[in-house]
């Protein structure tokens, strides 16, 4: 339940603790029943991590591989393949500045990870599956999911 609701980020210098660890290698699946994501102008979903700023070059990320489907049986996922910035396209590198609250995510104020269906070939997608990177150890190959949340939605 915890990535059920919106982010609480703990900004700049400071990861939050409201989040489910996925482990080296682990992965979740998130469906969106009642909205699906859609194709818009820009990103039209960010993903919610705990990163923070170690110092004004360096994040502190732990990196994780994001897929999407429609129909739960299809993925296809943006490019993760680097463990540098900046990170190719993979969550959870950028600081979350949102703490709470209902209203419409923008990534510009909220921070998280933005994504763009359009750069994968989608026009829509229901489900978001992200894969920790088994490649990474230690505190850096634990992934930490704070929320998802839906920029561009439409009702399936």
Same mark, same amino acid.
């Given at each position: 339940e915890v990535v059920l609701g919106p982010p609480h980020g703990g900004g700049c210098c400071q990861g939050s603790l409201d989040v @489910?660890? &996925? %482990?080296?290698g682990g992965s979740i699946v998130l469906g969106f029943d009642h909205n699906g994501i859609v194709d818009g102008p820009g990103p039209d979903f960010v993903v919610f991590e705990n990163p923070f700023e170690i110092d004004e070059e360096r994040v502190f990320a732990e990196l994780a591989t994001v897929a999407l489907s429609d129909d739960g049986s299809d993925w296809v996922a943006f490019p993760c393949a680097t463990s540098e910035p900046p990170y190719d396209r993979c969550a959870g590198h950028s600081p979350v500045w949102r703490d709470g609250g209902d209203g419409p995510v923008d990534p510009e104020v909220d921070g998280g990870d933005a994504f763009d269906l359009a750069e994968v %070939? &989608? %026009?829509r997608a229901r489900y978001v599956r992200l894969e920790d990177? *088994? *490649? &990474? @150890? %230690? &505190?850096a190959g634990v992934f930490d999911l704070d929320a998802v949340g839906i920029i561009h939605a439409a009702c399936p």
């Open positions: @489910v660890s &996925l %482990g080296n %070939g &989608l %026009g990177r *088994d *490649d &990474l @150890v %230690g &505190l």
